[in-house]
C-alpha cells in the first residue's frame, strides 16, 4: 500500500496518482489565478461545461469572472507553434455548479492539454493518459470514443439544413433514432445518408466490432482519413493494453463550432455521469485566433464524492510489535527491510488503538519474530 493512501479522500488520492502519471510523460504544471475577464467566457460559453458563471466587478469598473474553466485561459495564453507541441497539466479549482450537488463550489479539477502540431502519436498519447487516468481511479472503468469527422461526413451527405443538422447532432447526443428520422422526412434528406446515421447511433461496443460493421456500411459517405484514423488510434490503445475498457461510440459529441476530430467520455463504475471528457479543439482555437490544433481532457474530481470504495483500506502495511528484550539495531534493521519491499510500517511496543493493520509482526530477542494477518 502506497503511504499516500493514508486516510485520504477519493479525490485526494486520484490528484496524487494522475500528477505523477502527467508528469511522466512531460507534462509541465500550469497555474493560474483565481480570476479572469468575463468577456472570455461569455464569448465561448458553449464550450463550458456549465454557463453559470460567478461574476464581479473590479475596483477599474472591469467585469472579472471567477473561472469556472481551465482550458480557456490555456488556449489564450498558447503559443502559436510551427513544429512541436506545448504539454501542459493542471490541478486547479474551478468555481462553477457542481454535477453533483447542482450548486455552486469551488470544485478541484485535474486535467491536461496538448497544443501546436498534434500528429497521430499526440492523438494516442492523449487518449492512452486519459485511459490511464480512469484506471488511476478505479479499476472498474470505461473510455468511450467517437470521431467527429465520421460524424461530420454524414451529416454532409444529408443535405439538410443548419438548424436541422444540430437537431440531428443533439439527438445523434441522446441516441434518439426516433426523432432523428422525424428531421430527416422533414428535410427530405438523402436515405442512405439517413440509414448510416441511424447506424451510427445505434452501433456501440468494442472497437473491432464496431468499426467492421461501420466499414461494412459507409459506403463512399464517409472520409478513408477518418476512419482509418480512428482505427488505428483503437488499435493502438488495445496493443498497448487497454482493449477491455476502450469502447466506440458515436453518441459521444460536442459543439461542433469548436470540437473536431477525436472526442471521448471517461466513466467509472458506480458514478452514473463521465467522469472524465475531451477531444480535439481545433475550431476553439480558431475562434481564438490561434493557428495551432490542440486536444486534452479534464477529470471532474467533485464526482468521486460517489465513487464506492469496496477496497478495504489499511493505515499500514505491517504493524512492528517489539519488547523491550530488542535492541534498537534490530527494530532498525526489520523496518528497513519492510520498507525496501515497498511496504509502509508502523514500529510500536504495543498496539495502538485505532489503527487499521494489514499485517502484525511481533519482535522479541528471544524466539524470533511471528507474523499474522488481518486478511
Not at 436515405?191 to 466499414?215: H, N, R
Not at 499500514?316 to 534493521?333: A, E, K, M, S
Request: aromatic share 10%; glycine share 8%; with cysteine.
Amino acid at each position: 500500500m502506497d503511504i499516500r493512501d493514508i486516510a485520504l479522500k477519493n479525490e485526494e488520492k486520484a490528484i496524487f496518482a494522475l500528477r505523477e502519471l502527467y508528469g511522466q510523460y512531460g507534462y509541465t504544471q500550469y497555474k493560474m489565478g483565481k480570476f479572469e475577464e468575463y468577456d472570455l467566457y461569455v464569448q465561448n460559453k458553449d464550450f463550458l461545461v456549465s454557463d453559470s458563471v460567478i461574476t464581479f466587478t473590479d475596483t477599474d469598473g472591469k467585469l472579472l469572472a471567477l473561472k469556472p474553466d481551465v482550458t480557456l485561459s490555456i488556449v489564450k495564453n498558447s503559443k502559436n507553434l510551427k513544429e512541436g507541441v506545448q504539454k501542459v497539466f493542471y490541478d486547479e479549482n474551478v468555481y462553477r455548479v457542481s454535477k453533483g450537488t447542482h450548486s455552486f463550489r469551488e470544485i478541484r479539477q485535474v486535467g491536461l492539454e496538448c497544443i501546436g502540431k498534434v500528429d497521430c502519436y499526440c492523438l494516442y498519447e492523449v487518449l492512452m493518459l486519459a485511459a490511464g487516468s480512469l484506471r488511476a481511479i478505479s479499476e472498474k472503468c470505461i473510455l468511450d470514443i467517437s470521431h467527429l469527422g465520421i460524424v461530420a461526413d454524414v451529416l454532409d451527405a444529408l443535405g439538410v439544413s443548419s438548424k436541422a443538422r444540430r437537431e440531428l447532432l443533439s439527438f445523434l447526443g441522446e441516441k434518439s433514432v426516433h426523432e432523428m428520422k422525424r428531421v430527416c422526412r422533414e428535410e427530405n434528406a438523402s436515405t442512405e445518408a439517413a440509414e448510416c446515421l441511424y447506424t451510427l447511433a445505434e452501433l456501440y461496443g468494442k472497437a473491432d466490432f464496431v468499426l467492421e460493421k461501420l466499414s461494412a456500411i459507409n459506403g463512399t459517405l464517409i472520409s478513408p482519413k477518418h476512419l482509418n484514423e480512428l482505427k488505428l488510434l483503437c488499435q493502438m490503445l488495445i496493443s498497448n493494453g487497454y482493449g477491455d475498457m476502450i469502447n466506440v461510440d458515436f453518441s459521444v459529441t460536442g459543439d461542433m463550432n469548436y470540437y473536431n476530430g477525436i472526442v471521448f467520455r471517461g466513466f467509472v463504475d458506480s458514478i452514473p455521469s463521465g467522469i472524465l471528457s475531451g477531444g480535439q479543439y481545433d475550431g476553439l482555437m480558431e475562434k481564438m485566433k490561434k493557428r495551432s490544433s490542440a486536444i486534452g481532457f479534464a477529470v471532474y474530481l467533485d464526482m468521486l464524492e460517489n465513487l464506492k470504495d469496496n477496497q478495504k483500506r489499511y493505515d499500514v502495511d505491517t504493524l512492528l510489535v517489539y519488547d523491550d528484550t530488542v535492541d534498537f539495531q534490530t527494530i532498525n534493521g526489520t523496518v528497513n527491510s519492510l520498507r525496501a519491499q515497498g511496504k509502509s510500517v508502523y514500529a510500536s511496543s504495543s498496539i495502538p488503538e485505532k489503527l487499521s493493520y494489514r499485517n502484525l509482526m511481533k519482535l522479541q530477542q528471544k524466539g524470533g519474530m511471528s507474523l499474522g494477518s488481518n486478511d
